[in-house]
């Protein structure tokens, strides 16, 4: 078999990886720019609300307002990382024990988001009864609508739901692909997989409210067409990964610059893309309209392949040591970022004249001072809660 990278050893600063696993740096900073997205989505619509929202927006601007496209990047790049064992099993290399599997998975979420759940559910609780709240969103029953609401504590926990169900799913990847009988089970496996997404989005199939809809559209059958992309990366990654590179750098207009061109147009085109997305406002952008996220996977799916494989001369704007310092605190700016930001900016509203609404200067210095807070924070609940159990993590299954 073929791996579409050389195995590199794993940094010092990138804790949980495998002494015998690839660890691939350029993913790290993925990692950075995804949280980045999410982050200035999120930091842009708390600045603007409830002020009116445009909805049109800038090219230039088209990144942060597009909606969820950062938590695409998180979904892709997952499916990309977690599949490889899985694609290395079908094809006869080492077995992937499952019970080292969700014990890795166990030990990368849980922590970190068992206390948060905790502290949010103890921030929100008016009476001791309320304490009880916490309990389906320890079982990832959030992503089944069987929860209350704990704004703004609980707002990007459906995302989490979500990664636990295509934990659970993923192990199916290797026993479709092992065999002859399971890759066409695996094919029928997609095909009705592709007529009920397509009946979901078409309106043919409908749940029986509003929520419950919004449920299955946030579930990992909602964002399956991510994942599958991710997957896919991650397969010619794998197999051709070294010959694609090898064919790259034999061309000497890409090593010039060609391949950066390409990779512009290719960010160029994501752009004006998420432009026409933020053009369905907000309402028909969280309804049956989430057809979007199936270009936007792709897009993004191969933006990792470029990183990886092309011979770019500006690869340090994607992957520097500042995006992975991000990516390794992504988690904890994730899982954090929302509920410090929302409070503290109604705590400093208190104090602002109405007339100072939306982006000015004294808001972006305001913002730019709370992000630091909130940087330095997620560094604290990385280094105590994360990193522990990451060490844990790393040695599970050697």
């Known amino acids: 078999m073929r791996v579409g990278a050389p195995a590199l050893a794993p940094s010092a600063a990138a804790v949980g990886i495998r002494s015998r696993s690839a660890f691939v740096p350029e993913l790290e900073s993925v990692r950075g720019i995804a949280i980045l997205l999410v982050f200035a ?38 499916a990309f990382l977690l599949s490889r064992p899985f694609l290395v099993d079908a094809a006869g290399g080492r077995r992937v024990v499952l019970r080292d599997y969700f014990g890795r998975r ?37 992503g089944f609508g069987l929860q209350t609401d704990m704004n703004p504590y609980s707002s990007l926990w459906w995302s989490l739901a979500t990664e636990a169900q295509f934990y659970l799913l993923l192990p199916l990847l290797a026993i479709f692909l092992r065999t002859r009988r399971g890759r066409w089970a695996g094919v029928a496996f997609l095909v009705v997989y592709a007529a009920a997404y397509t009946a979901v989005i078409r309106g043919d199939l409908r749940m029986p409210s509003i929520g419950s809809q919004m449920y299955l559209l946030e579930s990992v059958f909602g964002r399956g067409p991510l994942f599958l992309w991710g997957i896919l990366a991650a397969a010619v990654h794998l197999h051709f990964g070294d010959r694609i590179r090898a064919s790259l750098l034999g061309h000497a207009w890409l090593r010039r610059g060609g391949a950066d061109a390409a990779v512009l147009l290719l960010l160029l085109a994501n752009a004006v893309f998420l432009q026409w997305v933020v053009s369905l406002g907000t309402l028909r952008l969280h309804s049956a309209t989430l057809y979007w996220h199936i270009p936007n996977g792709a897009l993004w799916a191969a933006f990792v392949l470029c990183l990886l494989l092309a011979p770019l001369r500006t ?10 310092w991000l990516g390794i605190l992504s988690y904890s700016i994730y899982i954090i970022h929302s509920p410090f930001m929302q409070k503290a900016l109604l705590v400093i509203r208190r104090s602002w004249p109405r007339s100072s609404a939306g982006w000015t200067l004294k808001t972006a210095l305001v913002i730019t001072l709370l992000t630091v807070a909130c940087v330095s924070f997620s560094a604290l609940t990385y280094r105590f ?14």
């Open 315 to 324: 690869k340090r704007v994607f992957s520097n040591p500042v995006l992975g």
């Open 385 to 398: 809660i994360e990193r522990p159990f990451l060490v844990r993590k790393s040695r599970l299954g050697t």
């Open 41 to 78: 989505f999120h930091v842009d619509s708390y600045v603007r609300f409830p002020f009116a929202v445009q909805p049109t927006t800038p090219l230039a601007l088209a990144f942060v307002r597009a909606g969820h496209t950062g938590v695409d990047l998180f979904f892709v790049l997952s």
């Open 106 to 142: 166990a030990l990368r979420i849980l922590p970190l988001y068992y206390t948060a759940v905790v502290v949010g559910t103890m921030a929100s609780a008016e009476h001791l009864r309320d304490l009880g709240h916490a309990l389906p969103y320890l079982a990832f029953l959030n």
